[in-house]
C-alpha cells in the first residue's frame, strides 16, 4: 500500500489545484446565476417570482416560445440537408467521403454570426437570389423575414453535426446486418425502415441534440439579425441595458441551462446501450452500389446545392469585404481593398487580443485536459470522477450564462495590484474561454490516453521510470497528436466565440476579433471591414486547423500503426 | 555480460500470497519458492491468476491482501515498481513507437542515470545479443514480431535485472516462430544465468523451457515440479487432463487375493499397484491415451496387462497418428495408435480389445 499512496500525493495535489479552479470559474459562477434567479430581488429571500413575472410577461412568453420554434426547425432544415448527404454517401461508390470530412469543420471555422450579415445581403428580400429570383421568375422566397433568417443561418452552419454523427452511425452499421435482414427475405424500404433506421437512429438524435443546444443558445446570430425577440438576446440586453441587478436575465439563464440539459440528456438517452457500432465487428457499413446515370446527375445536384448553400455565408463574407456599395444590386458594385487597409490600420488590436486570448485559453485547456484525463483514468484517487463531471458540465452551459454568472459573482472582486474588478480584466475572457472549450479539450485529451496501452507505461516503470517520468517521457509523448488536436479545436472555437465574451469586453482595447466583427456589423458603413475581419478570422482557423491536420498526419505515417498495441492476438 | 548475473542470480519466494480484484479472490495464499537461476513457468489456463501472480512480482496490479514477495533476501511486497529491478516483458512487447529501437533499448539504463559513454556500448552488446545491432534506428512499426519481440529481451536485459519475467511473450507470434523464439529465449536464459519465470497457458511451452513448473487453477497452485513428473504423476483430475490427453474414470478400489484392483461399472477391471488407498475407497484411474494398446477383439491379454473390450465409435487421423474413441460399457475411452503408411485402421462399429500396461495407470483419490 506505501507504494501506491505515496503515488498518489502528486496527482492528489494536482486534482485539488484543478478542482478549485472549476469550483470557483465554473460551479459557484453558475450556482451564483440560479441562487439570483430564484431570489426576490427586494427582500432577498427564496421565491419563485421572478419565474411567475417571466411567463406572464408578454415579450418573453413570445422569446421563449421562438427560441423553441428556431431550435426545432433549425433541427428540421439540418436533417433536410444532411440526411440525403449522409444516404447518398454510405449506400453509393462516389466521393462524397471528402466533402463530409470538408463540412464537418465549417461550424468549427466560422460561427453563424460572422456569415449572418452576408446571409441577409445574398438571401434577403433585397438580396442577390430575390433579386434574381424576381426578375427571370416574378416571385420572391423570403429566406431570411425575421425568424426564418436565424433558421436558415443557423441550418446552413450547424447541418454538419448531423450529417457526421448520422454519417458515422450508417458507417458503423455492420455489413451483415443488412446481408442477414435479406437473406430472411426483407429488401427495400422495410429493410431501411426494420434494420438500417433503427441502427442509425443513435447517432442521428445525438447530431440533432446538438443542433437544438446550439442553436437554442447562439447569441450572436439573433443580434445580428437583429432578432431581439428571443431568450438568449433578451438575457443579454437585460443585463447590459437594464443592469446585472435585474433578475430576468437570470431566470432566462437558468431556463437556458434547463433546455441545454434538456437536449444533452435526450442524447444521452438516444446513445445509452445502443452503441451498436462496437458490438459486431467485421465488414463496416452499408453494401455499396454504383449509382445509374440519371441517379448520379442527380446526386450531384443535391450535393452541389447543398455545397453552394454551405459557401454561401463564405462566398458572401468575401464578397462583401471586397466590395464597395452592396445594396438592391446581384453583386457589389466595385471592388476595393480598402476594407482591408482600414482593417490592418486601425482594428489590429481585435486579431491581436485573440491570438492571446484565444492563444491562452486553448493552452489552459489541454494542460488541464491532459492533467485531468490522467487524472481519471489512470489514478485510484478518491472522487477522481468528478473532476471529469465538472469539467464536462460546462457544455450544458450556455455562453450568456458564463458571461451573466461572472459579472455578478467577480465584479465585487478586485484583482491586486492594478485594483480593478476581475470582471473587467481582460484575463477573465481567457478564463471565461478555457472553461466553454475544456469539455472538447478533454475529450480529445480523454480519446488521447486511451490509445496509449497501459502495458507502455508499465514497461517504462519496470525499467526504473518512476510515475511522473513515466508521463513525461511516455505518455505526455505518445498524446501529442490528441493534444494538439485539443489545442486546435479550442484555439478555433475560442477565437471566433462571441456569447460569453461579448458581456465581459468591458474596453475597446480588450476586445477579441468576435467583438470587433459584431462592433463593425451594427453600422451599415461598418459591414465592409466586419467583413474582411470576418475573412480574418476565417483564414486564422483555417491555417490553423490545417497546420494541426498536417503535423498530425505526419506523426501518423511516423509511428502510429501500433501506438495502441493491439490488445490479446 | 553473463559472468555478472551466474555469480549473483537470485531466487523469489511468494510467501503466502492472498489478493483480490475488489471482492473477486484472484489468488488464494500461494507459496512458491524459485531458485536462482532457475527457468520457472506459471502454467494455467486464462483467468487462473498466472498472470497476476507475474505482475505482482513486477510491483503492477493491486497490492496483496495478505503475504509477501522476496527477490533473494529483500521484501518487495510494498516496493513501486521502479524501485524493484525485475525485467518484465510484456505480451505485447509494449514497444514505445515514438522511439527507435536504439531509444527503446537505452531507455532503462537512461532512467538509472547510466553515464552516456556506458549506455551506448551496453545498448550495442543487448543488440548484438539478439542479433538486431543493425536495425538499431528503425522504429518499432517497422519491425516484424519476431524482431519486436527480440528489441523487448534486449530492452529488458540490458538492465541487468535481477529476475527476467515473461508474460506469454510467444503468443503473438505465429507458429513457426514461436518455435524459433523459445529456443532462443532459452538460449539467452542459459547464457545470461538469469532467474526466469515464464507465463503461458501453452502446456507444449512450458514443457520444453521449464526446469520446473507450477500448475495454477482458479487462483491456487494446483502443483509444482518438473514438466515430465508433472505429465506422469499428476496428483489431481485439473493437472491430468490440462497436461496432454487423458482418460479419467471414475469407479472404487478393491483388494482381492489376486492383488489390488481398480473398478468401474462392470466393464473395468484394472490391476493396480497403490498401497495408500483404502479398499473400497471412491478413486479416479488415469492413463494417457497412448498407453492404451489397440488390438483386434480375440488379441489375448499380455503378462501385467488389463485387457478391455470395447467397439469403435468413433475415429479421427491425426497425422502422426490415429485417436479412436472405444465404448467400454458406460465409459468412452480415448486410445492413440501412432499411424504408419499402409497399416489397416478399424473401422467404426468394429470390436476390438484395449491393452493396458499396470504400470501406466495412476489411481488417484475420487
Known sequence: MNALSRGQLGPGVLAVVLGLFLVVFLVVPVAKVIYVAFQDPNTGALTLVNFADFFKTSLFQESFINSLYVAAMSVVLSSIFALPLAYFTTRFNFGGSVIIQTLGIVPLIMPPFVGAVAMALLFGSNGSVNLLLDEWMGFTIPFMEGLNGVIFVESVHYFPFILINLSAALANIDRSMEESAQNLGSSGFRL?????????????????????????????????????????????????????????????????????????????LAMKGKDYATVQKGGGGLSKRELRGWERVACYTVIIVILLLVLSPHIGLTLLSFGTVWSFSVLPDAFTWAHYATVFETSMQYVNNT??????????????????????????????????????????????????????????????????????????????????????????????????????????????????????????????GGILAGFITSFATASVELSATIMLVSAESDAPLAYGIYEFMQSASGRGPGAALGIIAVVIVGVATYLSHLFIERRREAHAPEIAVPAGA | MSSTYKSKALGVAIEDITLSFGMTPVLKSVNLTIEPGEFFTFLGPSGSGKSTLLRLIAGFGPAPSSGRVLIGDRDVTHLAPWDRNVGLVFQNYALWPHMTVRKNVAFGLEEHKVPAQE?????????????????????????????????????????????????????????????????????LQRKLGLTTIFVTHDQEEANTVSDRMAVLDDGVIQQVGSPMSLYDEPVNRFVASFLGTANLV?????????????????????????????????????????????????????????????KVVHREFLGSLIRYAVAVGDHTLLVDDSHQTGRECFDMQERVSLHLDRAQVRVLPG
Open chain 1, 355 to 480: 491570438l492571446l486570448y484565444a492563444g491562452l485559453a486553448a493552452l489552459i485547456d489541454v494542460i488541464f485536459a491532459t492533467a485531468i484525463a490522467y487524472i481519471v483514468w489512470r489514478t485510484q484517487l478518491a472522487w477522481r470522477q468528478w473532476l471529469d463531471y465538472a469539467a464536462m458540465g460546462a457544455v450544458a452551459i450556455p455562453g450568456v450564462v458564463i458571461g451573466i454568472g461572472y459579472l455578478r459573482t467577480f465584479y465585487d472582486f478586485n484583482v491586486p495590484f492594478i485594483d480593478k474588478p476581475l470582471a473587467t480584466w481582460w484575463v477573465i475572457i481567457v478564463v471565461a474561454l478555457a472553461i466553454r472549450r475544456l469539455p472538447y479539450a478533454l475529450r480529445a485529451c480523454v480519446a488521447a490516453l486511451q490509445q496509449v496501452s497501459e502495458a507502455l507505461e508499465e514497461a517504462a516503470e519496470n525499467l526504473g521510470a518512476t510515475k511522473s517520468r513515466t508521463v513525461r517521457r511516455i505518455v505526455v509523448p505518445l498524446m501529442t
Open chain 1, 192 to 268: 431501411f425502415r426494420r434494420i438500417v433506421f433503427p441502427l442509425a437512429m443513435p447517432g442521428y438524435i445525438a447530431g440533432a441534440s446538438l443542433v437544438f443546444l446550439k442553436v437554442f443558445d447562439d447569441l450572436g446570430t439573433p443580434l445580428l439579425l437583429n432578432i431581439n425577440n428571443m431568450l438568449a438576446p433578451q438575457a443579454y440586453l437585460r443585463i447590459t441595458s437594464i443592469g446585472i441587478s435585474d433578475p430576468m436575465g437570470y431566470v432566462i439563464s437558468v431556463i437556458l441551462v434547463a433546455c441545454s440539459l434538456l437536449a444533452l440528456w435526450t442524447s444521452f
Open chain 2, 119 to 187: 549506455i551506448r556500448e551496453r545498448v550495442d552488446a543487448a543488440l548484438d545479443l539478439v542479433g538486431l545491432l543493425d536495425l538499431a534506428q528503425r522504429r518499432p512499426s517497422q519491425l516484424s514480431g519476431g524482431q519486436q519481440q527480440r528489441v523487448a529481451l534486449a530492452r529488458t536485459v540490458v538492465v541487468e535485472p535481477q529476475v527476467l519475467l515473461l508474460d506469454e511473450p510467444l503468443s503473438n507470434l505465429d507458429a513457426n516462430l514461436r518455435v524459433q523464439m523459445r529456443r532462443e529465449i532459452h538460449d
Open chain 2, 250 to 310: 471414475d469407479g472404487r478400489v478393491e483388494k482381492t487375493e489376486d492383488g489390488t484392483h481398480f473398478l468401474a461399472n462392470d466393464a473395468i477391471r484394472i490391476p493396480v499397484a497403490v498401497a495408500e488407498l483404502q479398499p473400497g475407497a471412491h478413486a479416479v484411474a488415469l492413463f494417457r491415451p497412448q498407453s492404451l494398446l489397440i488390438r483386434e477383439a480375440d488379441a489375448p491379454a499380455a503378462q501385467s496387462s488389463a485387457r478391455l473390450e470395447g
